[in-house]
């Protein structure tokens, strides 16, 4: 139900009926911990997760056992080493596969839905899905593909990308993907570091109505990567294909030519290479985090089935790239045996509607998408709720950036009234979620509803103190399955343990400025890396941008600290709707709403206009870039943004000298 969402915050915006308490998965695992433990306590969220941090390795073996997992070998040990963070070890003496634990069904429901902007539309069973693996994977074994090699794609969001992935792993190798937006110089920084023996690529792909080449591309990434020895084109486009002067390329279909073939899993141990994963790249090289089969896979079902309350009749959608870890956790979805939805193609073409035209044309009932897509169908005006049925959408997920309170405004107002909005917050690092949904929780405006279970998430000072109601770093305190196994060309672990373990040893940092609130939910203002410091006091960009944005002339922003004198202050650099150019007027205006909605300290000292903000390819604003820009300082790797020519505007600005 919905509630006023303008009144005090204690009110929850959104509460879960009985039915739905009791139909959902996590009702049911309460149950089952109940009756294996005897701890008649957990019947809500919050003695399920004091349980899940107190008793860990007999919270995942429950989670293992609940959600089916196959394997080989003794569960037992289940936790080793688990004061040594990092250095704990999950079941050491099982093996399993990923592939298989994805392709338990074999049957004739839809395992997935497939559209793009083209108008292209394709489905397949889950019987189908297993017979175009096999295919693969029997061309792979033929290219020498084995334990411990390396596969990736430079692939858009397509059935293809699922295909390789899961041939890839079925063979005990190792997938990683990055989105064909990428330059040359950001797919070799990446590939380039793991040597992959096979890259996948489409001929084009198509985004806001054009289309873009992908070979031209390849050319130069097959200059500078002698390690692949087969390019395998997917001809996406229906356009005739020119493979002429690109090395030892074939199409798909000549791939796999031949008859059916028996689809076998190689068992690997729980922490076996199933991923390879990227920093964001801004800051210089990407490090590649290399995250293990057994970890990925408990910790996405447990999100999946008991945070997301996903069953096999649900239609999952999340709108991402294959470059964006969102991808690895969305497909997923297939070990419990859900539908997913996958679309390709601009979110906005032709218009704001195109996601929720798809959610009613195929009955989405878990709707996945990012906090600025919502901010930005708002200020378009698009109000599903008048114009969509939306029947089936029982829950619409959110990450990417902190959800403004606004747009839970927005959501229960315009889009749908009866419908679990779950704010998610993780990342690549842990390929998951520190703080997600929950069927069973209430839903309070500007907060994640809970941490996740089997995470013991702290909000620390800067003492690395505990705290409750205050700002800190989240952090988590004690291991979980998903951490990296290790990163790759970092023998001895130094890059691991500086990117996370260097501000308080023995405790993951995560780079997030948080809070956790009276309701056990937590709030994310921002990227700590990104914290504004003028006069000594702490600022997250997010509070500023929350503000910004509910000007209706400005279409995003970004705020960084600039050095004056011996102190900062804070530099806000607006992007304006067509036409509107920032006078006083508005700067006042702008600078009055920051204002009245945090604190004096959060006004900038200048706000400018400017035509372009540079972002990273998987769409985030990259703030350390612009900040390195205004203090003359050079940009270590443009080539991981999808827009490097915006870091123009920000170069020798005459406003910042005075």
Not at 52 to 77: K, Q, T, Y
Not at 627 to 636: L, Q, T
């Amino acid at each position: 139900m919905i509630q006023d969402t303008t009144s005090s915050m204690d009110k929850p915006v959104w509460e879960p009926s009985s039915e739905r308490i009791e139909r959902a998965n996590i009702s049911r695992f309460m149950r089952f911990v109940r009756e294996s433990t005897g701890n008649d306590d957990i019947r809500r969220y919050a003695p399920l997760h004091e349980f899940s941090v107190r008793n860990p390795e007999r919270f995942w073996s429950l989670v293992w056992e609940f959600c089916g997992i196959r394997a080989h070998g003794d569960h037992e040990p289940v936790l080793v080493d688990r004061d040594r963070m990092p250095g704990a070890r999950w079941f050491p003496n099982v093996t399993l596969n990923f592939a298989q634990n994805l392709l338990r069904f074999k049957d004739e429901r839809t395992a997935i839905v497939f559209r793009n902007e083209w108008g292209h539309r394709r489905e397949l069973s889950y019987a189908e899905l297993h017979a175009e693996v096999a295919r693969v994977a029997h061309a792979l074994k033929r290219a020498g593909v084995g334990l411990g090699d390396r596969v990736a794609g430079f692939m858009p969001n397509i059935p293809e990308t699922i295909i390789a992935m899961l041939a890839t792993t079925s063979l005990g190798a190792t997938w990683s993907s990055c989105s064909p937006d990428f330059g040359i110089r950001g797919v070799v920084d990446r590939f380039g570091q793991i040597a992959p023996k096979v890259l996948f690529t489409a001929d084009k792909y198509g985004y806001g109505g054009k289309r873009f080449d992908c070979l031209e591309k390849i050319r130069g990434v097959l200059d500078e990567m002698p390690s692949i020895e087969h390019l395998v084109v997917v001809p996406y486009s229906g356009e005739p294909l020119v493979l002429d002067g690109l090395r030892n390329a074939v199409a798909l279909p000549d791939f796999c030519e031949g008859g059916e073939h028996a689809l076998e899993f190689v068992p690997v141990p729980f922490d076996h290479p199933l991923y390879v994963m990227y920093s964001s790249g801004t800051t210089g090289v990407p490090k590649c985090i290399v995250h293990g089969v057994g970890g990925t896979l408990l910790q996405h079902l447990k999100e999946l089935v008991l945070h997301t309350d996903l069953k096999r009749e649900d239609r999952l959608f999340y709108y991402t790239t294959c470059g964006w870890m969102m991808w690895n956790w969305f497909v997923s979805g297939l070990a419990v045996g859900a539908t997913l939805v996958v679309y390709d193609g601009s979110p906005s073409h032709p218009d704001g509607n195109a996601l929720w035209d798809l959610a009613d044309e195929v009955g989405i009932s878990v709707f996945g998408t990012s906090a600025k897509w919502l901010s930005a169908i708002e200020k378009a005006g698009v109000k599903p709720r008048e114009t969509h049925k939306l029947l089936q959408l029982k829950t619409i997920l959110s990450t990417g950036s902190p959800l403004a309170p606004e747009s839970y405004d927005y959501v229960y107002r315009d889009i749908k009234d009866r419908v679990l909005l779950a704010s998610i917050s993780g990342g690549t690092d842990i390929i998951s979620c520190f703080a997600l949904g929950c069927p069973v929780l209430p839903v309070y405006r500007g907060e994640l509803q809970c941490r996740g279970l089997g995470m013991k998430v702290e909000i620390l000072d800067d003492d690395g103190k505990p705290v409750r109601g205050e700002k800190g770093e989240l952090a988590c305190t004690a291991p979980f399955p998903s951490m990296p196994v290790f990163f790759w060309n970092d023998p001895d672990g130094e890059k691991y343990r500086s990117a996370y373990f260097s501000r308080v040893p023995g405790v993951w940092c995560h780079g997030d400025h948080a809070m956790l609130t009276e309701h056990d939910g937590v709030i994310i203002y921002g990227r700590s890396d990104a914290t504004l410091n003028p006069g000594g006091v702490r600022i997250g960009t997010a509070e500023i941008y929350r503000q910004v944005e509910q000007v209706p002339e400005v279409l995003e922003s970004v705020a960084v600290g600039q050095h004056w004198g011996d102190d900062e202050r804070v530099i806000l650099f607006v992007r304006l709707r067509e036409g509107i150019v920032l006078d006083d007027a508005l700067r006042e205006r702008i600078a009055r709403q920051i204002r009245a909605n945090t604190t004096p300290r959060h006004v900038p000292a200048k706000i400018l206009q400017v035509a372009d903000i540079p972002r990273t390819i998987s769409g985030k604003i990259t703030e350390i870039a612009v900040r390195d820009v205004i203090h003359g300082r050079p940009v270590k790797n443009t080539d991981a943004l999808a827009n490097p020519q915006a870091l123009a505007c920000f170069r020798d600005l005459a406003e910042l000298q005075r």
